[in-house]
């Protein structure tokens, strides 16, 4: 397989009808491709997700498959690669019902363009993210490969002048089963060009797939291992200059002066760039644009948020919780359900701000000219990288190129365009290409952070145990009300409530609902498994402090509110089976369960942690069960949850970002803590495979892991943990 980076399933699996209204002879266009190959488009449905609204010119196609004349599939792919494996995932799609090898499918980074290239699940943004990949693409390019795989059947047949149910299309050819002659999609592609889109194709039955759910090895490895792969940050052109920037410590301040004569001394050092709220130094590599950033005697205007602490943060969020807020959800009678209750519970429960802290720090590379402008970078929203480029440069959109490159890690970070701005305002005041780095530092202390959230609960349980009311409120930012406004009505955005409005369980009185309580001074952004990282730990430890109340088995306390949801009860049965529990364990060693369905993924997870008597907290094992629907690499899924386990751990034994002064005051890894190596856990994960319409894979292992672990913490010593991260000095044996 060959990644080309360019220089300068929402229907049911098999079979399925299209969406109402949408016409399939719409759905795909054939044309000759440049060369005399086949081109073909394929548009998505409208109102796919349900989510968010669709856009205007839903029928625009939004991405397409080149058959060339020498056999070769390209693939230009709507959704970046930052590690979740979709660069090798799609394909496997396409070449399902193409019918051709994996090693015959090549793959380019789709350029700025919603029309062709929008998620409909993020409402026709070209964007990634919300683990939607596989979701949206999974139908459209099955039907787009199935069809592609017709036409040049058809083709073959009638070069034959036979019946084309006599003929077969097999690893890239198509065979005349009685005859034995063969023909090859290369030499096909021209004259399948000029036939007719078939009104109607048959998708394979999910039992006959070949590629689909078979463990594939990543294909982009290679190029990640012998260093030929090309991230944002690897960019080099001509002449181009390096710089590297501070910004105000303080969100909201500004610069007050800076004297530049040393920086300007260090040898390598080309200009200084001044900005309203930060500095920048241009030298011929970033050695010398650190050392003159550090020569740097700057003077800033600290502005309205310089006495700004988390304390105030929490204040205002408490305060603010107190008061009704948007009904996300209201079922029952949740005030006759308590009044009535033998056995009432009620708890608070916070989550900190957290960075995202990607191995690669945020950079873009951009050369602004008279008559255009050029942007290099890893981003998870190409199109408004463009858009921000040239509103900031005041060039028309067409006069900017923006070349996207994989990610060494996104988790949300790059959904934002702040970076961008950023190097694009810089960049216009230098002469040539500069690549505008973040040292880690200012990755950290200027990063877009994952809210805080006040949350109060209260239940009651009958004289059996099983809950009668439930009443969730919680407070926090919404991130969807900035980055898409529309969806943000009434109070509410399907992201925030995200796992807190629809817990799997069958709770008869239910009442959620949401005050949106915006931070002064830090802006926050999507982090890895966005609400579901502050709902699912609140829901999940909540639920678990029920099943104490009740003195029940939190298995089976929860099995018991399953039963009009078999695919929660599957995972959570396997996951419960192959983690043994029930069985006898060490002296504070205990284990904890966490259930969710979230990302149209049904996972469950089972953590094991030792408690050692001065509190340190070590967790042994992690077991995972996940019900994602058809799984199309299970080598990658596997991944995908072991990565978010890890990601996840490390937010639940670390991860807090705190002001002081209007200041962050973590800076680095020695501060920002991230699981270590000797600190993973055995990590075990276990598919239930069947023919559901697929889920998302990047983020659910992340949320439920923080209340696995603190309920494992519970039933080893006893404390119920209702605030992240692990406060470990709770912990110490008396």
């Known amino acids: 397989m060959i990644f080309d980076q360019p220089?300068?399933?929402?229907?049911?699996?098999?079979?399925?009808?299209?969406?109402?209204?949408?016409?399939?002879?719409?759905?795909?266009?054939?044309?000759?491709?440049?060369?005399?190959?086949?081109?073909?488009?394929?548009?998505?449905?409208?109102?796919?997700?349900?989510?968010?609204?669709?856009?205007?010119?839903?029928?625009?196609p939004n991405a397409f498959i080149r058959i060339a004349t020498d056999g070769s599939v390209t693939l230009i792919m709507a959704p970046v690669e930052m590690g979740q494996g979709t660069y090798t995932s799609m394909p496997m799609i396409i070449a399902e019902e193409l019918e051709v090898e994996l090693s015959q499918v090549q793959v380019e980074a789709a350029p700025p363009d919603r029309k062709l290239y929008g998620n409909p699940l993020l409402g026709g943004d070209q964007a990634d993210g919300g683990s939607t990949s596989v979701r949206a693409f999974f139908d459209p390019l099955r039907r787009a490969g199935a069809t592609a795989r017709v036409m040049l059947v058809a083709a073959a047949a009638g070069t034959w002048n036979v019946d084309p149910a006599s003929c077969r299309a097999e690893k890239g050819t198509v065979l005349h089963v009685p005859t034995g002659r063969t023909l090859t999609y290369g030499a096909l592609a021209g004259k399948a060009a000029t036939l007719p889109v078939p009104a109607q194709?048959?998708?394979?039955?999910?039992?006959?797939?070949?590629?689909?759910?078979?463990?594939?090895?990543?294909?982009?490895?290679?190029?990640?291992?012998?260093?030929?792969?090309?991230?944002?940050?690897?960019?080099?052109?001509?002449?181009?200059?390096?710089?590297?920037?501070?910004?105000?410590?303080?969100?909201?301040?500004?610069?007050?002066?800076?004297?530049?004569s040393k920086a300007l001394a260090v040898k390598g050092v080309r200009q200084v760039v001044r900005l309203p709220d930060a500095v920048a130094v241009v030298a011929d590599h970033m050695g010398a644009a650190k050392k003159g950033l550090a020569a740097l005697d700057i003077t800033w205007d600290d502005g309205p948020n310089a006495t700004l602490t988390t304390a105030d943060i929490v204040t205002q969020l408490e305060t603010a919780s107190q008061q009704p807020g948007a009904v996300a959800r209201n079922t029952g009678d949740v005030a006759a359900g308590l009044?009535?209750?033998?056995?009432?519970?009620?708890?608070?429960?916070?989550?900190?701000?957290?960075?995202?802290?990607?191995?690669?720090?945020?950079?873009?590379?951009?050369?602004?000219?008279?008559?255009?402008?050029?942007?290099?970078?890893?981003?998870?929203?190409?199109?408004?990288?463009?858009?921000?480029?040239?509103?900031?440069?005041?060039?028309?959109?067409?006069?900017?190129?923006?070349?996207?490159?994989?990610?060494?890690?996104?988790?949300?970070?790059?959904?934002?365009?702040?970076?961008?701005?950023?190097?694009?305002?810089?960049?216009?005041?230098?002469?040539?290409?500069?690549?505008?780095?973040?040292?880690?530092?200012?990755?950290?202390?200027?990063?877009?952070?994952?809210?805080?959230?006040?949350?109060r609960l209260a239940a009651g349980l009958d004289a059996q145990g099983m809950?009668?009311?439930?009443?969730?409120?919680?407070?926090?930012?919404?991130?969807?009300?900035?980055?898409?406004?529309?969806?943000?009505?009434?109070?509410?955005?399907f992201d925030t409530i995200d796992g807190a409005a629809q817990p799997p369980y069958a709770l008869p009185n239910i009442k959620v609902d949401y005050i949106r309580q915006e931070p002064p001074g830090i802006p926050t952004a999507f982090w890895r498994s966005v609400g579901p990282s502050h709902n699912i730990f609140v829901v999940e430890s909540f639920i678990d402090e029920l099943a104490a109340a009740a003195k029940k088995d939190p298995v089976e306390f929860r099995r018991a509110l399953l039963d009009e949801n078999p695919r929660a009860k599957a995972v959570l049965e396997l996951a419960a089976e192959k983690a043994g529990w029930g069985q006898p364990l060490a002296q504070r060693v205990g284990r904890g369960v966490a259930l969710q369905s979230v990302f149209g993924t049904y996972l469950a997870e089972v953590a094991e942690v030792a408690v050692s008597k001065d509190g340190a907290v070590q967790v042994q094992r992690v077991v995972c069960a996940v019900d994602?629907?058809?799984?199309?690499?299970?080598?990658?899924?596997?991944?995908?949850?072991?990565?978010?386990?890890?990601?996840?751990?490390?937010?639940?034994?670390?991860?807090?970002?705190?002001?002081?002064?209007?200041?962050?005051?973590?800076?680095?890894?020695?501060?920002?803590?991230?699981?270590?190596?000797?600190?993973?856990?055995?990590?075990?994960?276990?598919?239930?495979?069947?023919?559901?319409?697929?889920?998302?894979?990047?983020?659910?292992g992340t949320s439920a892991l923080p209340p696995a672990v603190t309920n494992a913490i519970f039933a080893a010593t006893g404390v119920r943990l209702r605030k992240l991260p692990i406060d470990t000095s709770l912990l110490k044996s008396t």
């Open 7 to 60: 220089d300068p399933a929402t229907d049911d699996a098999a079979g399925a009808a299209p969406a109402k209204g949408f016409s399939r002879r719409g759905f795909l266009q054939a044309g000759a491709a440049f060369g005399g190959g086949l081109l073909l488009s394929f548009k998505v449905p409208p109102g796919l997700s349900g989510l968010l609204a669709a856009p205007a010119d839903v029928f625009a």
């Open 628 to 700: 994602c629907g058809i799984p199309i690499n299970p080598d990658t899924i596997t991944a995908q949850v072991e990565g978010a386990i890890v990601f996840g751990l490390s937010a639940a034994l670390y991860g807090e970002i705190t002001l002081k002064g209007g200041r962050v005051q973590q800076n680095n890894f020695n501060d920002y803590q991230v699981l270590r190596m000797n600190e993973a856990p055995v990590i075990e994960v276990h598919l239930i495979k069947n023919t559901e319409s697929p889920g998302g894979m990047g983020e659910p």
């Open 339 to 455: 009044a009535s209750a033998a056995t009432k519970v009620e708890a608070v429960y916070q989550v900190p701000f957290l960075a995202h802290a990607a191995m690669e720090p945020m950079n873009c590379t951009v050369d602004v000219r008279k008559d255009g402008c050029e942007v290099w970078l890893g981003t998870q929203v190409v199109a408004r990288a463009q858009d921000a480029t040239a509103k900031v440069t005041g060039l028309p959109l067409d006069k900017v190129q923006v070349h996207n490159h994989l990610i060494g890690g996104g988790f949300g970070r790059r959904l934002e365009i702040d970076g961008v701005i950023r190097a694009v305002e810089i960049a216009k005041q230098v002469d040539g290409p500069v690549k505008v780095i973040w040292t880690r530092e200012e990755d950290i202390q200027h990063d877009m952070y994952r809210p805080y959230f006040y949350d």
């Open 467 to 493: 809950p009668v009311a439930w009443s969730h409120r919680f407070a926090g930012s919404s991130i969807l009300a900035r980055w898409a406004p529309p969806v943000f009505k009434d109070g509410l955005d």
């Open 201 to 260: 194709v048959t998708l394979k039955d999910p039992k006959d797939f070949k590629l689909i759910g078979t463990p594939a090895k990543r294909l982009d490895t290679p190029g990640k291992v012998n260093g030929t792969t090309v991230y944002g940050i690897d960019v080099r052109l001509p002449g181009m200059k390096v710089a590297t920037l501070a910004q105000c410590p303080v969100f909201g301040g500004k610069l007050a002066s800076v004297d530049d």
